[in-house]
């Protein structure tokens, strides 16, 4: 059965300060492994796909990665707008659903 | 903007009631999804459609149904709502020409008192 983990469930940082965040996958066989942010009473907004182990992409101060088992989304010198919850999901090889993980809640002090 | 349309993005009604939410898309995409969000359980997937007609069930499809008559519009049906249906309901859309990627609304927020 094909099952996204995220952690943590929460993190607090302070504007400026670097961290990561976690998403650990298993399934059949991925077809694509997705990130995207959610606001406060909106739908999750996309951010990244990546498709392979090795594969790398950046937005701003966002850098997502992927290995065979785990996906890490990277904030560099992390800004107040950047608070929200940042969702991962995984969708495999059979197709057309995304499982996704319980997110993160990602909240940075000025 | 994934040109996606959720109706009503709220609503309260009462155990028993038939509830219908309704998700309109402009872009003529094949795939639509149904997917509710609840604390502590993240996104989970109800029902999907990969075409007019062709609709399948997710992980949790039990007491909803699902219509799609025509490629713009999705239909999402609680026959006899009850408090456990208490969610926020999100439609997605599958851009394929976007390396597949599933874009969402903005949301429906279902109260059943």
């Known amino acids: 059965e094909d099952q996204v983990t995220q952690s943590p469930e929460a993190l607090r940082l302070q504007e400026g300060e670097s961290s990561s965040l976690n998403c650990s996958y298993t399934?059949?066989?991925?077809?694509?492994l997705f990130w995207y942010r959610q606001d406060p009473g909106k739908g999750p907004e996309f951010l990244f796909t990546?498709?392979?182990a090795g594969e790398e992409k950046e937005k701003e101060r966002l850098k997502a990665t992927l290995t065979k088992k785990e996906s890490f989304l990277h904030i560099t010198a992390p800004k107040p707008e950047d608070s929200a919850t940042y969702l991962c999901?995984?969708?495999?090889?059979?197709?057309?659903?995304?499982?996704f993980g319980q997110g993160t809640e990602l909240s940075v002090k000025p | 903007d994934a040109g996606i349309t959720q109706s009503p993005r709220h609503k309260v009604t009462e155990t028993g009631t038939p509830v219908t939410l309704r998700c309109h898309q402009t872009?003529?995409?094949?795939?639509m999804y149904w997917y509710r969000q609840d604390p502590g359980h993240g996104l989970r997937l109800i029902h999907y459609?990969?075409?007019?007609?062709?609709?399948d069930k997710g992980e949790v499809s039990d007491g909803y149904s699902v219509s799609r008559s025509k490629t713009e519009d999705f239909l999402l049906t609680l026959e006899s709502a009850t408090s456990s249906q208490t969610s926020v309901y999100f439609c997605?859309?599958?851009?394929?020409?976007?390396?597949?990627?599933?874009?969402f609304g903005e949301g429906s927020w279902l109260t059943v008192v």
């Open positions: 999901a995984v969708e495999d090889n059979q197709g057309g659903k995304l499982i």
């Open positions: 399934v059949s066989g991925l077809r694509g």
């Open positions: 990546l498709y392979s």
């Open positions: 872009e003529n995409h094949r795939y």
């Open positions: 459609s990969y075409g007019v007609k062709d609709t």
């Open positions: 997605a859309i599958k851009r394929q020409s976007s390396g597949n990627t599933i874009y």
